[in-house]
């Protein structure tokens, strides 16, 4: 089976990073994902590592140590609209991807 | 942007009854799939779908759920004998690669069962 966790809520100041952590346990792994998710809204993808090291999109980055089993979905300058659940998401089976428990953000002014 | 399609965006049915949701993915896609998540809970993975077979399943996806591509654009999921406990919006989603690197999702249905 497969299970991740995540911190179930955090809060941070505007303009500031946040890092959100995951980890995981698998069967199988081909990679780790990150998804946005506004309230009411569907998830959106941010962010994928296949293999471990740093990937950087805009202000998102992403981490994963497969070693470890763990990866971190950083956000810099935050801003008011990255308010939302954040998921990580593990590629464990051939076509199967397994969310972790998400992690709600809130940016206060 | 080419975007994943859902439809009906909300949906009461009483228990008991079928439902059949219905999704559109994105055109050049092969992978789809289906997700359920219960309000203020994690986004859970129901059955993934490939070559007009299923490819992967979770333990929710018992005999009360079946996925068909009846034709080259829908995707459907229909289940059977509705139970309180299937409430939940119901997301389609669709990739364009193996090994799920990136999802595309849908909109979502929700379905409310009285």
């Known amino acids: 089976g497969q299970s991740l966790e995540q911190p179930s809520e955090v809060t941070a100041v505007e303009g500031a990073i946040v890092q959100i952590n995951c980890t995981y346990q698998t069967s199988g792994f081909y990679g780790l994902s990150w998804y946005q998710q506004h309230d009411g809204g569907a998830p959106t993808f941010l962010s994928y590592n296949g293999l471990d090291g740093l990937e950087e999109t805009g202000r998102f980055s992403s981490f994963l140590s497969r070693s470890d089993s763990y990866g971190y979905l950083l956000l810099q300058e935050l801003q008011m609209k990255d308010s939302a659940s954040y998921f990580c998401a593990v590629s464990g089976g051939y076509q199967k991807v397994t969310f972790g428990t998400g992690t709600k953000l809130q940016v206060i002014p | 942007e080419p975007e994943v399609t859902q439809t009906p965006s909300h949906q009461v049915t009483q228990m008991g009854q079928e439902v059949i949701l219905r999704c559109v993915p994105i055109s050049n896609h092969l992978y789809f799939y289906w997700y359920r998540q219960i309000l203020g809970q994690k986004v859970e993975f129901l059955v993934s779908?490939?070559?007009?077979?299923?490819?992967?399943k979770s333990e929710i996806f018992d005999d009360q759920f079946s996925v068909e591509r009846p034709d080259g654009s829908n995707f459907t999921l229909k289940i059977r004998s509705t139970k309180l406990e299937d409430s939940a919006m119901y997301f389609c989603?669709?990739?364009?690669?193996?090994?799920?690197?990136?999802?595309?999702f849908g909109a979502g249905s929700r379905l409310t069962v009285l």
């Open positions: 779908f490939y070559n007009n077979e299923i490819s992967e």
């Open positions: 989603a669709s990739g364009a690669s193996s090994g799920a690197n990136v999802l595309t």
